[in-house]
């Protein structure tokens, strides 16, 4: 397993993260032992960091995750998020601070090593949608650093979703250690320029602007929530539904899009789309660590082992390039 630093932090974390979310949904719907074995198997196989919510279950994520990390006494790097509520702006200080005390007690530590602001970033707040201010993230930021001073975190940052202007806004505004990025096949932009017309939102290289400000690259998204398996099934224990982020209106239209990388397959570079998926993500120096939601240990096993092959070779980014180039013309 590559070690990759986050950012300024002085944490090493594995390039493969492990998503606790609810879009996997292992930690929310699977059986405890199956996330006893899951969670072991992923710290043996090298990885490092483990990235839940507040919001994921309704805390049952984190609550899961600190019972299996204590049961193992797992040494790992965790990760979890505040996602403000409508009546929680109104009092953004005290409301992470509940926020963060609570998912402390879910996980069972009394030291979380990074918390993220989970709500999307946008010119004007929107508290029905989930959007906050770049006011808000001020005020989110100044609150996670008391928490810090409090020895209660030890890194704090942001989700690179929302408007692309203010969330480059939002980067630039110096504290946050952190950006979550959402960076796959079908949308490159927070890591790749794309051709001129490109049908998705263009997140103009987000990720290398925050690399820029020494912050650490979450890559999120990376499978586009299932959908670059190609495949329109769901796991047993992955959410039912989803609603994609950065790419098509319908999952159903990103499962079609994600044909168009069987390319890749066709000419030997992997052995399947999800290998694609993982090692583009990984692909991106920048990148700290590559988020896989896990619905199995069949998954986990599948995502080490792609992860381990590394980078897709240059010849298989000249083909995405052409795909991508197809995509702007569509």
Not at 30 to 44: P, Q, Y
Request: aromatic fraction near 6%; proline fraction near 4%.
């Amino acid at each position: 397993m590559e070690y990759r630093q986050l950012g300024r932090t002085g944490l090493s974390v594995s390039v493969l993260g492990f998503g606790c979310g609810a879009v996997g949904g292992l930690l929310i719907r699977g059986d405890h032992k199956d996330k006893v074995a899951a969670i072991a198997r992923a710290i043996e196989s090298g990885v490092t960091y483990f990235d839940t919510a507040r919001a994921y279950g309704n805390g049952a994520s984190e609550t899961s995750l600190g019972l299996v990390l204590e049961e193992l006494s797992a040494d790992v790097v965790v990760g979890t998020k505040v996602d403000l509520q409508p009546e929680e702006m109104v009092d953004i200080e005290r409301s992470i601070t509940d926020s963060v005390e609570g998912s402390l007690r879910r996980l069972r530590r009394e030291r979380v090593d990074l918390i993220q602001l989970h709500n999307v970033v946008r010119h004007a707040r929107q508290p029905d949608r989930g959007g906050v201010s770049l006011a808000d993230v001020e005020a989110a930021l100044a609150a996670f650093e008391r928490l810090k001073q409090q020895g209660k975190v030890g890194a704090y940052g942001i989700n690179g979703l929302g408007e692309t202007e203010v969330l480059l806004q939002a980067i630039g505004l110096g504290p946050a250690d952190t950006v979550q990025s959402c960076f796959n096949l079908i949308n490159p932009t927070a890591g790749l320029p794309v051709p001129e017309g490109f049908p998705f939102q263009d997140y103009e290289q987000l990720i290398d602007k925050a690399a820029a400000h020494q912050m650490g690259v979450i890559a999120i998204r990376v499978l586009a929530a299932g959908a670059l398996s190609g495949l329109p099934d769901r796991a047993a224990n992955a959410a039912p539904r989803v609603t994609p982020i950065g790419t098509a209106a319908t999952y159903a239209e990103d499962v079609a899009l994600a044909q168009r990388f069987n390319v890749l397959v066709e000419a030997g570079f992997v052995s399947s789309l999800v290998e694609a998926a993982v090692r583009f993500a990984i692909s991106k120096p920048e990148v700290s660590t590559a988020m896989v939601g896990i619905s199995n240990r069949v998954q986990l096993e599948e995502a080490v082992a792609f992860a381990n092959r590394g980078p897709l070779p240059a010849e298989a980014l000249v083909r995405l390039s052409e795909i991508w180039a197809g995509f702007a013309k569509n």
